[in-house]
């Protein structure tokens, strides 16, 4: 008898683990459900109904593909990573700044299908200051008690930030040095140099600066050589009238064909050969100052770029755009902004938008396009929409001031880069300080 009971209690043991077991599964334990791609797919629901960037979300449904190769999954038009899928349960994570109300669609095959209610994104910006403390006079090592007088500024796909120095002696030299966020250093690259807006090269990571000593001047700053400031000419084509001087301001690679794009103060829009120096002028632009080039992976071929206070023809504190795709580049050539020569502050949709005297710009992964606004003192966004947005500081309110939307602060910031986890940097050259906006 007593062997009975012995073993009857070990049954209902065993029993009650398997039970417990089986109701307490994860997700990644559920059992697959066979996806038949002849049969229609059906969407139910999905929670939460709310949420940040990476936010888990769970979509709920019937026939839904078990492997994540089989389906897309789109917040308004941003894909979403898939987690993974069960057949009825799909988990994705909310991608970054997909829009404050989200549709999200699920693409199977040719089919796409919409969930009937919103997800609502909800996002955060905040400032805080990595180096610098106001005081321009240069001091490195420890960036708690680095100086600097930050003008502009690059990232690189090692997350390596590059500062070029407001000139502050008499002779106009200025300094390149090299933030490591990671090792909380700020190290001097070259001293009393002449150097403008540098752009990196996404591939290779080197760094192109330009100056204005010789028409084709610019340093190359390459990490296998531990960027050791190496001086190039650009062979200027002997057939095509050369500037007076070598006024330019800004360098970007274009990652499609990996030459260095770079416009002189005259006009002259060219593009360098990064292995054989050879320059080739593609198209003409009005006279004057510019300090921002970049290229967007949503416009494969189409250079935009911001125009100073000084340019003529109707193009002074804008944005204007140029198709490289086009036999006749210049013909392009397009304001995009607002025809207001003045220049103002007015967000919306990028043909009514306003800057005043735009300085560096610089793309994200997403085709988000971030602008320093020099003299209305704060960071602008233009969306792949082409919608242009105040993203930090107070128009018109020049200022110190580390937070968020509500209390953010800068004066006349004139750099801007990004790192490959969307973090934005921006030299705010009126503070002597470099700061960094994190978007959540």
């Keep these: 008898m007593e062997r009975k009971c012995k073993f009857l209690l070990f049954c209902m043991i065993v029993f ?36 940040v960037y990476q936010e888990k979300v769970m979509l709920l449904g019937e026939n839904l593909p078990t492997n994540a190769e089989d389906v897309k999954v789109y917040f308004n038009h941003r894909p979403a990573a898939v987690i ?9 994570q909310a991608p970054r700044l997909p829009g404050d109300t989200c549709v999200i669609s699920v693409v199977t095959g040719k089919d796409s299908l919409i969930y009937p209610a919103p997800f609502y ?16 006079e240069l001091r490195t090592g420890d960036l708690s008690n680095s100086q600097l007088a930050a003008r502009y500024l690059c990232v690189d796909k090692d997350d390596n930030i590059f500062v070029i120095t407001r000139n502050i002696d008499p002779d ?26 540098p752009g990196a090269d996404p591939e290779t990571g080197t760094i192109s600066i330009p100056f204005e000593t010789t028409v084709g001047a610019y340093y190359m700053l390459d990490p296998r050589e531990l960027w050791a400031p190496r001086m190039r000419e650009a062979r200027w084509p002997e057939d095509v ?9 800004c360098m970007v690679v274009n990652p499609d064909d990996g030459y260095i794009y770079t416009r002189y103060h005259y006009g002259q829009l060219v ?26 992976p ?18 002074a504190n804008s944005i204007f755009s140029i198709d490289l795709n086009d036999p006749d580049p210049g013909s392009t050539l397009k304001r995009l902004t607002a025809p207001i020569a003045s220049g103002g502050h007015r967000d919306g949709a990028i043909d009514v938008a306003q800057f005043r005297s735009p300085a560096q710009m610089f793309c994200d992964a997403d085709g988000n396009m971030y602008v320093a606004d020099c003299d209305n003192h704060c960071i602008r966004r233009i969306t792949p929409e082409m919608t242009v947005e105040t993203v930090l500081g107070m128009p018109g309110t020049p200022g110190w001031k580390d937070g968020g939307k509500e209390e953010a602060l800068f004066r006349n910031p004139r750099g801007i880069g990004i790192a490959q986890d969307g973090s934005v940097y921006v030299a705010d050259n009126g503070n002597n300080r470099v700061r960094k906006l994190s978007i959540n």
């Design 16 to 51: 009650a683990g398997i039970f417990f077991s089986c109701n307490n599964k994860s997700e990644s334990d559920h059992p697959l459900y066979a996806y038949d791609p002849s049969k229609p797919t059906t969407l139910l629901s999905f929670y939460p109904d709310s949420g």
């Design 121 to 136: 994104y909800f996002s955060s910006v905040t400032v805080t200051t990595i180096a610098g403390n106001g005081t321009p």
């Design 271 to 296: 593009k360098i050969n990064p292995q054989s120096f050879e320059l080739e002028v593609i198209a003409s632009t009005p006279q004057g100052d510019s300090y921002g080039l970049t290229f967007n």
């Design 241 to 249: 009238p050369r500037p007076q001087y070598g006024w330019k301001h």
């Design 84 to 92: 993974g899928s069960t057949g009825k349960r799909m988990y994705v």
């Design 298 to 315: 949503l416009f494969p071929g189409i250079l935009f770029g911001t125009m100073w206070s000084d340019v003529g023809e109707g193009y």
């Design 172 to 197: 106009g030299h200025a300094h390149i040095c090299r933030i490591d966020e990671k090792n909380n250093e700020l190290i001097a690259v070259a001293m009393n140099v002449v150097s403008n807006v």
